[in-house]
């Protein structure tokens, strides 16, 4: 307290009583006052000191005016944690209150000193919207951003698209894809594989494959990750031998597959009750036994009603120093019931307990 009263006496306010009480905390004064403090400190912590005890003064929340000075404050210092917090209050206001996404783009521009500060706050802002599920809203906010000249970090461009696309909104996604392209924001593989993944989903491999082969176009390198959605998704469709194709070519193209990826090859083979081939391709890929290649094996036992293997493919688990999950326990539980052997079922349910 004696630090605030001996800057803002600097800053020429009277603090001559033991208290902030008598100051006019009107919203003009305690941004100035947040501004003398930080400006004068550098302390986002003893700014936000003020903004709680002056709250306590005025006896009321703060202006949403006053709280956008005080997120850019927690922003510089890095205090983006705390930061966060006062955004998605800010957001759920808006909300509720009808707010409008735009009139906080306003306060935040006409509250902050630096540039770089506002465009990380704008950009938690979309965040926050799409976070509470306001992907409209995150929407146009981006598009009010253009207006300064701003654009969200490629990481919340990220979390837009992928949400645009969750909610099956393929040419919003297109359309903002062109947007950021066209204000400097470089393709990239995660972007492409968000719209492969897409494809994919909703079964249109074609397409999927298409954009793959177009990332060599726009000077992107396929990864591992995007060619593991395709590959998956052939699995999903009993198309093995496509799947294994695929898997043998991009280790000639140099890409390593990794354990997800060689797993999910195995998991289509077993499921199609193509143990030999699946075996093959562990040998083959060296793959090391992982919980994922077990528990598809459970999974496909279980559902044959072949019990006796099940149960001592669950014991090897052990054995190699593998903890089975929640999949292992209630598939192999539910095995046991579908066979009407309780008693082995509440062994289990009793060992799952235990862990």
Sequence with gaps: MSMIKSILSKRGWNTNHDHLCTIELNELNVIRILTDLFDESLDAELALYFFKLS??????????????????????????????DFILHLVRISCSKEVSEDLLLKLFYETHNDRMVLQTVCSMLVDCYIKENKVSLALELTCQMKSFNMIPSIGVCNLLLKALLGLNQLDLAWDFLDQILRQGIGLNVSIVSLFIDKYCSKGHLLSAWTLLMDMKNYGIKPDVVAYTI??????????????????????????S???????????????AGKPKEAVNVINYFNLKPNIFVYNSFITKLCADGDMVKASLMFQEMFELGLLPDCVSYTTIIGGYCKDLNMNRAFQYFGKMLKC
């Design 55 to 84: 709250e306590c003064c005025i006896g009321s929340l703060h202006s949403l005016k006053s709280v956008c000075k005080m997120i850019h404050i927690l922003v510089s210092r890095n205090m983006n944690h705390i930061a966060v």
């Design 230 to 255: 395709i590959i998956d998704s052939l699995c999903k469709m009993s198309c093995l031998g496509e799947a294994t194709s695929m898997l043998f070519k991009i280790t000639r193209l140099g890409i």
């Design 257 to 271: 597959p990794d354990s997800v990826l060689v797993s999910s090859v195995v998991e289509g083979y077993w499921k």
